[in-house]
């Protein structure tokens, strides 16, 4: 009778799931959801991050052996991943656009030439910088689009856990008052739900809060790379094209 009683009660987890009540399948199911968006937004920025760094190395070396703006350009603008590329078709344009309005309306060219020859001042040259500090905090507020969810979730997912927990034991107060027993039959389902709750909040939080860390790390060297691109940038504009 004994090992009968204790077969009834060795359920695997979908079991104990799907005979739990109706508020622990919504919390279980809440949770799920928190999950997989949780996860979809992780590979997606594992795989944006990855192609971001590659494109970035082969921008940089282009960078650092060309000597044609004109060059660069036109290469950058098939690295539709890179942070420092794009940085850089902001700082291009700008100092074309200042060098534009210093020419005289004879001598302007086509922006499809894009040559840059004509000297520019040292307000230009602010204009400048002050363009690729928000072409910086643009690429930043891009690369970290979506990660507040991450951290809502590892925030929010073990108390809705426990919210579920609470609700399991509360459960099984409920059956020892109705069957004025304190048997395992009586505890033993509530109890579940209150143990699957708590492991499913964790199981939604930990890598939640672990790749919100990582990718923030990622994003912050990210940031390092474009802001001593843009100082090199600034540098090399004050050094061939100021008046």
Known sequence: MVSGELAEYQLSVFEMVSRSGWMAKSVLLTLLIFSIISWSIILSKFFVFKIA????????????????LAN???FSRGLKYSPVARVFLT?????????????????????????????????????????????????????????????????ATPFIGLFGTIWGIMHSFRMIGAQGSTSIGGVAP??????????????????????????????????????????????MVEKNFMK
Not at 208 to 228: E, G, H, P, Q, W
């Open 53 to 68: 760094r590659q494109e970035d190395g082969r921008f940089l070396s282009i960078f650092s052996k060309s000597e044609s």
């Open 72 to 74: 660069i350009y036109n």
């Open 91 to 155: 700082g291009y344009h700008e100092l074309y656009l200042f060098q534009e309005l210093s020419r005289n309306e004879d001598e302007r060219r086509s922006e499809a030439s894009l040559n840059l020859e004509v000297a520019i001042s040292e307000s230009d040259l602010k204009g400048v910088s002050i363009a690729l500090n928000k072409a910086t905090n643009r690429e930043i507020d891009r690369l970290a689009s979506r990660l507040d969810f991450l951290a809502t979730t590892g925030s």
């Open 190 to 235: 509530g109890i579940a739900e209150a143990l699957i709750a708590t492991a499913a909040g964790l199981a939604a939080a930990i890598p939640a809060v672990i790749f919100y860390n990582y990718l923030s790390n990622k994003i912050r060297l990210f940031t390092t790379k474009m802001d001593d691109f843009s100082h090199d940038f600034i540098f």
